[in-house]
C-alpha cells in the first residue's frame, strides 16, 4: 500500500467518526432529550403557628434542570441486605395531605404523585422522622423514578445523613419512655 492509499483509509475514518458525532448530537439534543432532575433527601424542621413544638420530617425533593418535562412516577429506594447480595429495590409512601396530616398516607401515590415537572419546577414529598425501614433496613439510595423508567438519586452521603437522623430519633424516643 502507498502512502496515499493510508491516507484515503485515514480520511474515510476520520469521516465516519465525525459523522457518527453528528449524529449522536443531534439524538441527543433534539430527537431524545432525557431531562436532567437532581434529588434531595434531607432532615427539615416544620414549624406550624397553630402547634406549640415543631416536628422534624424528611424531605424528598427533585428539580427539573429540563430541557424537557418530565413526569415523577413515585418515591424509590434500594438497600443492600448484604455486601455479596444484589441490590433490592423498595417504594416509599409519602404523607398525603401534608402539611394538615403528619401521620397519613394512601400508599406509594399519595403526596401528589405521580407529578409532572416542567422545567425549573420541583416537587417534594414528605415522610414521618420515626420511619422504621429506614432505620432498619440497610439502605443505600433514595429518589424517584420516572414514568420512562429512569431513576433518579439523591447522593449517598444525604441518605446516609438521614438514616443516622432517623436513628438517633429512635434512640432520644426510647430514652425519653
Known amino acids: 500500500m ?11 475514518l476520520s469521516f465516519c467518526v465525525s459523522v457518527a458525532g453528528f449524529v449522536w448530537n443531534v439524538w441527543s439534543k433534539f430527537i431524545f432529550p432525557k431531562a436532567k432532575v437532581q434529588v434531595h433527601f434531607s432532615v427539615n424542621n416544620l414549624i406550624q403557628e397553630w402547634e406549640p413544638e415543631d416536628h422534624q420530617m424528611l424531605v424528598l425533593h427533585a428539580t427539573n434542570f429540563g430541557p424537557g418535562e418530565i413526569i415523577l412516577h413515585m418515591a424509590i429506594g434500594r438497600a443492600r441486605p448484604s455486601y455479596f447480595k444484589k441490590l433490592t429495590h423498595f417504594i416509599l409512601n409519602p404523607l398525603h395531605n401534608f402539611p394538615v396530616e403528619l401521620d397519613r398516607t394512601l400508599g406509594p401515590f399519595s403526596g401528589g404523585l405521580p407529578k409532572k415537572i416542567q422545567p425549573g419546577e420541583s416537587h417534594s414529598a414528605y415522610f414521618v422522622l420515626f420511619h422504621e425501614g429506614l432505620r432498619e433496613q440497610p439502605i443505600v439510595d433514595v429518589g ?24 438517633d430519633a ?8
Not at 424517584?144 to 436513628?167: I, L, M, P, Y
Not at 429512635?170 to 419512655?177: I, V
Open 2 to 12: 502507498t502512502t496515499a492509499d493510508w491516507a484515503l483509509i485515514i480520511s474515510l
Open 144 to 167: 424517584f423514578s420516572d414514568t420512562f423508567g429512569r431513576s433518579h438519586w439523591a447522593t449517598r452521603k444525604q441518605v446516609a445523613a438521614v438514616r443516622n437522623a432517623v436513628k
Open 170 to 177: 429512635y434512640r432520644k424516643g426510647e430514652a425519653e419512655l
